[in-house]
């Protein structure tokens, strides 16, 4: 897996060139996720906990909200 975990929260965020930003719904870590992740099943590489990725749709409409 190619996660990048953030050191600090930041803005969130969905562009299919630099990935997704989010957190894991388990830890809170921040995370940045490659887009070709999306609806994927993965686990948190700070805690180990499976989640689905959203997908960039899903991530922007959850922006716009």
Not at 27 to 49: M, T, Y
């Amino acid at each position: 897996l190619c996660f990048r975990s953030l050191t600090r929260k930041s803005r969130p965020m969905a562009n299919p060139e630099l990935g997704i930003t989010m957190t894991c719904p388990h830890c809170n870590a921040g995370l940045i996720v490659p887009a070709h992740f999306g609806g994927e099943a993965h686990p948190c590489p700070a805690c180990g906990q499976e989640f689905v990725v959203p997908t960039i749709e899903d991530h922007e409409d959850t922006l716009s909200d």
